[in-house]
């Protein structure tokens, strides 16, 4: 849950940055939305397990 708060909020805070420097007053808020959709995704690539495989189930009969 850190990982996703960390990068959420260093991808509004780059989307901000880079809004900063865009002429459009809007573009703050653009920004911040795409950077939060950015640090969604970069979060969820970096803690989704792309190789689970299932294991297989012992089984006991008794």
Do not use: E
Not at 25 to 54: E, I, K, M, N, T
């Amino acid at each position: 849950m850190l990982v996703i708060v960390t990068v959420l909020a260093v991808g509004v805070g780059s989307g901000i940055w880079i809004a900063h420097f865009a002429s459009a007053p809007a573009a703050a808020a653009a920004g911040a939305a795409w950077g939060a959709l950015a640090g969604l995704l970069l979060g969820y690539v970096l803690l989704h397990d792309f190789h689970h495989s299932p294991r297989p189930v012992r089984v006991r009969r008794h």
